[in-house]
């Protein structure tokens, strides 16, 4: 059973298509998408509708919620550019995308070839959880007693996996987003991050997958897009 995991396409089309266009030469059996589809890039409306397409489960993100509710109590800031860009995107969108951001799980569970899995955005508790390398134990606490062989989680845009009780944590990075860490600040990379997860014999194994995309495309989409600040969104890439 071959399973693959994305998240975090943050409205970049582009991206979301080259991580496709590798799932597909691959070939998995399902595909779950954990959140943050839409919010912050050029091609809302064309990200959710090749979701669509899918027919994949999808976990709700921080970034889908603030679609359907802007939240008095985020720990990330509600800034007036946010909000701009949050308008622009609802302008973009009709009534079934919306219906279909609705439809996403907070959680998703699975049960393949009898092995469990668990499925978030940044933990079982909450979307807005933050799991990073760098953090101490009482950062694991909202990953603990779910008794699954495998929790993934998106949210951070960073692929990395590490065990959490007897189960692997893995975070498959950023379709539309994927920054280069080792920068200072970190810059976006033109790759489309997914991870495959293969289940064998009961047994979980975790491959991260960067997949190049055309720089050129997602700049062009954000010239013909007439989002707000879209020219500084496209030169994260620069």
Known sequence: MRLALLSDQHGNDVAFRAALDD????????????????????????????????????????????????PTDSPEPITEQLLEVREWTLSQLDASHLEQIRSFSPVVRRELDGVSLLFFHGSPRSY???????????????????????????????????????????????VGIAYDWHREPPLVRPQAEWALVTIADGEVAVEFRQVPYSVEDVQAAARASGRPHADEWAAQWD
């Open 23 to 70: 799932v597909d030469r691959i070939g998995v059996e399902e595909i779950v998408c954990l959140g943050d589809t839409t919010q912050g890039g050029t091609q809302p409306a064309q990200t959710l509708d090749r979701l669509a397409s899918l027919g994949c489960a999808t976990v709700l993100g921080n970034a889908d919620a603030l679609l359907l509710e802007v």
């Open 128 to 174: 807005d959880d933050v799991l990073l390398p760098d953090l101490g134990p009482e950062a694991v606490e909202p990953y603990l007693g779910h008794d699954a062989a495998l929790l993934a989680g998106g949210h951070t845009h960073r692929q990395w996996t590490r065990r959490i009780e007897s189960g692997i944590y893995a975070n498959p990075g950023s």
